[in-house]
């Protein structure tokens, strides 16, 4: 089946006690990207690769560290998590950019994220 | 100005009605456009793209896009249930950018 796969779904951590959220892919995705979603605020994106070893900044990007060893694997790092990184991201894929003719994004189930 | 703009809503119709949902850009060189539904505590899924000013179809949505008045809309016809959901409005604002509204929340009755 076709999905993107985000782990964990749910988790707590305290501020500064480094975490690292995966997303894995089996499409062939080239593109990869990571959103999180706050109230009122809507889906916001913290980084993006165009393919292995390119990455670039979104519109959210302080706090947050990526990387893109594998075509699949697309993880979230957050060095120093602080209480508002508190939200809920989505790691999300697509073959193409997103914004392409008949290009859509694939989301994971979402990991809702609290720092105490 | 936020780059995408929607109604937060709730908008609240009567199953069987017609469920129009709204949203306005600023970037004026915007060129793909894209409806994404995401239904409560899941992810968000694709249900419509449109290109080109006018109308786009399919099965019961309806997206409009008018360039000239940087706006695109979603008609939902014959609203069910099962579509209360929040929509959300996604604009490419550039190079390999999508930018997304903070959704409209619908909420069909029976």
């Known amino acids: 089946e076709a999905q993107v796969t985000q782990n964990p779904r749910y988790l707590i951590t305290v501020t500064g006690k480094k975490l690292t959220v995966t997303c894995s892919q089996n499409?062939?995705?080239?593109?990869m990207s990571w959103y999180r979603q706050d109230p009122g605020l809507g889906l916001r994106q913290i980084y993006y690769?165009?393919?292995?070893?390119?990455?670039d900044k979104g519109d959210v990007p302080e706090g947050y560290k990526v990387s893109r060893k594998e075509k699949r694997n697309f993880p979230l790092i957050l060095e120093s998590p602080s209480p508002n990184q508190t939200s809920l991201y989505f790691c999300a894929s697509s073959f193409r950019p997103p914004t392409g003719v008949n290009e859509k994004l694939f989301f994971g189930s979402g990991t809702q994220l609290s720092v105490l | 100005q936020k780059e995408v703009e929607q109604n937060s809503g709730p908008l609240s119709v009567p199953e069987g009605a017609i469920a129009s949902l709204n949203c306005t850009y600023s970037d004026r060189v915007s060129q793909s456009f894209f409806w994404y539904r995401q239904y409560s505590g899941k992810s968000p899924e694709l249900i419509m793209s449109?290109?080109?000013?006018g109308d786009k179809e399919d099965g019961r949505f309806t997206a409009q896009l008018n360039k000239a008045s940087q706006y695109v809309s979603l008609l939902i016809r014959d609203s069910q249930p099962s579509d209360s959901a929040t929509y959300l409005c996604?604009?490419?604002?550039?190079?390999?950018?999508?930018?997304f509204g903070t959704g409209t929340r619908l909420l069909v009755s029976p």
């Open positions: 499409m062939n995705h080239e593109y």
């Open positions: 690769s165009m393919n292995v070893e390119v990455t």
């Open positions: 996604a604009v490419n604002t550039g190079f390999q950018k999508l930018v």
């Open positions: 449109i290109y080109s000013n």
